[in-house]
Structure formats: C-alpha cells, structure tokens
C-alpha cells in the first residue's frame, strides 16, 4: 500500500509563484515506480493532466502549462514536486499527484490552489 500527501497548496495572486510537494510512503520499490504525475480539477470540470515526470527522467506538460510549470522529483525522498509560475486564474483548481506502478496506481487526497486576479 502506499500513501501520497500533497502540499504547498494556498491563495497566490496572479503571476505569483507556488510549489507543490507529493511525498509518497508505504511499499515502495524504486524499480517498481514507471512515473509520476500531477493533475487538477477544477469545480465542475473533469480531472486533467498538468505533467508527468516517466521513469527515465522525460517530461511532458499540458499546453497550458508549458514554459511556467516544471515538475520534478526526488527519488531518495520519494518526493514529487510541481513548481508553478506566472500564474493564472485559470489554473485554480485541486491539483492531484499520482505514482504509477508495474501493476497499480495511486492517488493523493489533493491540494486546493487559487489564483486571484
């Protein structure tokens, strides 16, 4: 079993800065672990991928988000990060990280970011 706690998460103005942290603990084996991902969900919309960081290293971002947002990891902490810039009305929502494993995923409970203009 294992556990994801999202934080960082808060009220920022517009073109202000947040940074998301995922810490991940229970069963969890390194060569086990094919990616990780954030997401968010805004009210009455569907969950959405903001990025994913793969096993190897390679990235990719949601069009919206590209050049502001960087996720990023750290393996020995088993830590997943979201830095977020320049940010935007739009990108309030719950953001979500989630571990992707050989055989199972899983999620966080989320982390509430609004962005006032």
């Known amino acids: 079993q294992v556990q994801l706690v999202e934080s960082g998460g808060g009220l920022v103005q517009a073109e202000g800065s947040l940074r998301l942290s995922c810490a991940a603990s229970?069963?969890?084996?390194?060569?086990?672990?094919?990616?990780w991902g954030w997401y968010r969900q805004a009210p009455g919309k569907q969950r959405d991928l903001v990025a994913i960081?793969?096993?190897?290293?390679?990235?990719n971002y949601a069009d919206s988000v590209k050049g502001r947002f960087t996720i990023s990891r750290d393996n020995a902490k088993n830590t997943l990060y979201l830095q977020m810039n320049s940010l935007k009305p739009e990108d309030t929502a719950i953001y979500y990280c989630?571990?992707?494993?050989?055989?199972?995923?899983?999620w966080g409970l989320g982390t509430q970011v609004t962005v006032s203009s």
């Open positions: 960081i793969r096993r190897g290293g390679s990235t």
């Open positions: 229970g069963s969890i084996c390194s060569s086990n672990v094919m990616g």
């Open positions: 989630k571990i992707s494993l050989l055989t199972s995923e899983y």
